[in-house]
């Protein structure tokens, strides 16, 4: 027929192709598709947006030719790309929260893409096995909740299942099971009885907290019967790499290691999301799968899968405790129910895996179900406790605080305070003979039977008489000897308990003599018996070392250190990249990253986390760390950035909220400075944002400058202060420079061009106030023009070359705003050019200004150095080539010039002949040169 086609991923003029298993499914793409999308963007799609979290959508597709101009419009936006050497594209557009009834238009040279009744929203993923499987016409409530189903603002997306031994950029266009087909439907409730119950039930209790009414978006991706493995992408295998000794089960189809994450969520990632809900573990148990392999693999996977979306950051990652189902006999060894429990609580927030919750549902079996049947029909209370998990670790409400909704927190009718958790063991300790195991989120616990005592009638598990009340039995809680790290292994003896406030004393009768080494509470397939809180929440399954561990640190901080920012800082930092989803394994990663690519050679050594990090005060008025993101604390986490021999940084407001609503330090200046001193912080940068203020704003900037200079001569070394903002020069601009070391001077930058050229313009206007010397401690004070979009979605290669030049001749902080650990080879070229970052860091520290005529296509710039040389910069800022011209005079280059350096290339250029610098540009292209004169 004349038809060419293409397989997925590759520009080969055959078919594309979808492997899956061992039949070879074709999806036939004409050529005439010259841009084309996977089937995610398709009419009644859900766009993930927020404006709280300064959540952006991001549109991303495929195309034929390296070079084509895309340009996506939507909603009054218009964002221009082009398609990448590697055949794909990208576009980040701006907030556009609750929009709904939307046309997106994307347009390519020789086709273009339309898709209507689009809306803007929130997006969840749902994976696991059959417990996410289960629809919502098999569980509890499920015939209220499907005719209730009528939500036009909710939309809901089928993965098809499929199998793939590499990684795919699309999938097949139906379910073979449900027979959905895989593009966005309106939820309805003949759609919804189909639809995960799991997955359909979180969103709704979410919505219903939030009094939001956003649009949803739900992404149901679970096949039944699976194992861990089958979704976790290939690099998870090298980190969990089987060293039991125990052989491999011999697996084919789905429960091959990847082929699920290949073929059903590998599609996904380039599809912005708000977080992933997960229900998974029975196949694994099946498997014998050990807890250290599996909380290994799934932790890994989680992270894998959150480093696979790239620009959204670690988002949040939720999932549903194994549930008690009966007519299970333990497997011999390591395949039991409860230690597939305890790996799941192994992979609860900690150090290297952070934003992570899990709900509890031990008490959650279902005592109707069949024998053997693990599908509890109980999906309405799992589904509000995963809610509650995200109100938390989604949303960062703390226990005890009022949800709202985000946005608009006066619209909540009847804010409620969350409770999120059970009693969380917190420690023990030997007190008069018995063991005391202290919890938090522990009111007024009690002990009470589970729905599954019920259905033995008087007898547990090995038969002995209960008299029917299950927590009679006083073995829920166990003392027992042997190595913790192999539960079982673990000889146990049950205990009688007394609960007091905040803890549980557990003691035995036992004569034997033998000393106890550890305490076990809930270890059993089907617990009879659970320990909640006042909120009606369970304790989960846990195994505790009854000598506790101790978690001081102590930090590394040390040396001499010159007064702060003598030259423009160079750093990262995490809002443009990740925004609200920062947390401690990525600002880890970001500080080796920096090392491993070289970028700290380069210069670059701040690594600062912007806001989202602090979620509340402590009754004595300090600040806390978010517990989900930053588990080992704000200490322990710039001790790691200083062990790495980089320096570390926070962010503040100067009002009573962040823009993020978080806790600003208004009224709190002294006590955060402090904190900020204790845990070795070198950086801080100070936000203006909501709420509350003093009168005049620069009290607030002279109660941090006292207490951050107290500081310094507390330690020995001093702190970089930043401030937003100041773009006066003969207002703000007469004193800044005495009180802070940098200053914003203009809005937040986008990624797009004409972003940068709008901030430089601002920066521009404040020129004669940056300086290498004078400022706070002796140190240096500089216009802020913001952080770097170099290496982030939105601007060609040649534009962000461009926009890091102009940051360069601006003397500006050089802060890298996108996610060191993904930078290609091309964005790392630009950043770490030394010919080019040399004029930045220049010791003569006088900013550089453009010069000549400008027009609406070029701009010259100019920036003297210490050495005598002149830095040039031919800019060219219309949208078709032209040529650009300044004379040597006008670039205030006076004496002849007998040497000129192409920064960008690295070579000499050739000295011109006359009096005049012209380069040919094309749009947004420069050239950057360094001028020796006699």
Not at 199 to 227: E, K, Q, V, Y
Not at 261 to 267: E, Q, V
Not at 438 to 451: K, L
């Amino acid at each position: 027929f004349g038809v060419r086609f293409h397989i997925v991923g590759f520009s080969f003029p055959m078919f594309r192709a979808i492997a899956t298993g061992l039949v070879l499914v074709v999806l036939l793409v004409p050529t005439e598709a010259k841009i084309w999308q996977n089937r995610l963007f398709s009419d009644n799609m859900i766009l993930e947006s927020r404006e709280a979290y300064d959540i952006r959508p991001f549109v991303s597709g495929f195309g034929d030719t390296a070079g084509e101009a895309v340009t996506v419009m939507f909603a009054h936006g218009t964002y221009p790309t082009v398609v990448g050497k590697d055949g794909t594209w990208d576009v980040q557009m701006n907030c556009c929260d609750c929009l709904e009834d939307q046309v997106l238009q994307v347009v390519g040279e020789k086709n273009n893409l339309t898709y209507t009744n689009v809306a803007c929203g929130q997006v969840f993923v749902c994976s696991g096995q059959s417990n996410m499987e289960l629809p919502l016409s098999y569980v509890e409530n499920g015939t209220a909740e499907i005719a209730a189903a009528n939500r036009s603002n909710w939309r809901l997306f089928r993965v098809p299942h499929m199998e793939a031994n590499s990684p795919q950029d699309d999938m097949v266009a139906v379910d073979p099971g449900t027979k959905l087909p895989a593009t966005w439907l309106v939820s309805n409730p003949e759609l919804a009885a189909k639809f995960s119950a799991t997955c359909f039930l979180t969103a709704r209790h979410i919505n219903d907290m939030l009094w939001d009414g956003a649009p949803f978006g739900l992404i149901w991706a679970s096949w039944g019967g699976t194992r861990v493995e089958a979704w976790a992408p290939k690099s998870t295998a090298v980190k969990c790499a089987n060293t039991s000794g125990d052989p491999e089960p011999d697996m084919t189809g789905p429960q091959q290691y990847s082929v699920l994450y290949n073929a059903m969520i590998h599609p996904l990632t380039r599809y912005s999301i708000r977080g992933a809900f997960w229900f998974q573990g029975e196949h694994n148990v099946v498997t014998h799968t050990a807890r250290d392999r599996y909380a290994c693999i799934f932790g890994s996977m989680i992270n894998d899968w959150r480093d696979a979306w790239t620009g959204i950051g670690d988002f949040p990652f939720l999932w549903a405790q194994l549930a008690p189902y009966t007519g299970y006999a333990p497997f011999p060894g390591h395949g039991d129910v409860s230690v597939i429990r305890l790996a799941q609580s192994d992979d609860l927030p900690k150090i290297g895996l952070d934003t992570t919750g899990m709900a509890v549902t031990i008490d959650l079996g279902d005592p109707e179900a069949p024998a053997g049947d693990v599908h509890s029909r109980k999906k309405e209370e799992v589904a509000y406790r995963l809610a509650l998990q995200a109100m938390h670790t989604a949303y960062a409400f703390q226990e005890g605080q009022n949800v709202t909704n985000v946005d608009h927190p006066q619209m909540t009718p009847h804010p409620f305070p969350l409770h999120f958790s059970g009693p969380k063991p917190v420690g023990t300790m030997v007190k008069d003979g018995a063991i005391e195991v202290s919890f938090e989120y522990a009111e007024s616990m009690y002990f009470n039977d589970t729905a599954g005592c019920l259905i033995h009638r008087g007898i547990d598990f090995h038969g002995n008489p209960i008299g029917g009340e299950c927590c009679k039995a006083k073995d829920t809680f166990q003392l027992c000897t042997g190595d913790i790290s192999n539960t079982t292994e673990l000889v146990c003896v049950n205990a009688t308990t007394v609960i007091g406030p905040n803890t549980v004393t557990v003691s035995t009768n036992d004569k034997s003599g033998v000393e106890f080494t550890s305490v076990r509470y809930a270890y059993a397939n089907y617990p009879q018996c659970a320990l909640y809180n006042m909120h009606g929440l369970p304790a989960g399954p846990f195994v505790m070392d009854i000598s506790p561990s101790s978690n001081s640190k102590t930090s590394v901080v040390s040396g001499t250190f010159e007064p702060p920012a003598v030259t423009p800082p160079m750093g990262v930092n995490s809002w443009n990249s990740f925004h609200c989803n920062v947390d401690e394994r990525k600002m880890r990663d970001m500080a080796d990253a920096v090392i491993s690519s070289g970028l700290s050679k380069s210069g670059y050594e701040y690594i600062n986390i912007d806001d989202c990090w602090q979620v509340q005060r402590s009754p004595n008025g300090s600040i806390n760390a978010d517990p989900t993101r930053f588990p080992g604390g704000i200490k322990a986490l710039a001790d790691y950035v200083h062990s790495r021999g980089l320096k570390f940084g926070v962010y503040t407001a100067q009002r009573e909220f962040t823009c993020q609503t978080r806790p600003g330090s208004y009224m709190h200046e002294e006590i955060d400075v402090q904190s900020y001193c204790d845990w070795g912080v070198d950086y801080i940068k100070i936000d203006a944002c909501r709420g509350q203020g003093w009168p005049v704003q620069n009290e607030s900037w002279i109660k941090f400058r006292a207490a951050i200079d107290q500081c310094a001569s507390t330690r020995g070394y001093p702190m970089v202060m930043s401030v937003e903002s100041c773009d006066s020069p003969d207002q703000c601009g007469l004193w800044i420079g005495k009180l802070a070391n940098l200053w914003r001077t203009g809005g937040d930058i986008q990624a797009t061009f004409s972003s940068v050229l709008r901030n430089a313009a601002t920066n521009t206007l404040m020129a004669s106030v940056a300086g290498p010397s004078g400022g706070p401690l002796g140190g240096g004070h500089w216009n802020d023009a913001d952080m770097l979009q170099v290496g982030n979605i939105g601007m060609t290669w040649i534009e962000q070359r461009s926009h890091f030049s102009l940051w360069v001749f601006m003397a500006s902080p050089l802060l890298i705003g996108a996610d060191v650990t993904m930078l290609t080879n091309e964005s790392l070229d630009i950043l770490a050019n030394p010919e080019v970052t040399a004029i930045n860091q220049d010791k003569l520290g006088v900013q550089g200004v453009p010069v000549g005529p400008s027009t609406d296509t070029q701009s010259c710039w100019t920036k003297p150095l210490a050495n005598g040389d002149v830095a040039v910069m031919l800019l060219n800022t219309g949208d078709a080539s032209a040529t650009v011209s300044c004379t040597l005079a006008q670039l205030k280059v006076t004496g002849k010039v007998t040497a000129v350096r192409d920064l960008l290339n690295r070579k000499p250029a050739s000295v011109p002949s006359g009096d005049t610098l012209s380069a040919q540009l094309d749009s947004h292209d420069h050239q950057c040169l360094r001028l020796t004169t006699a």
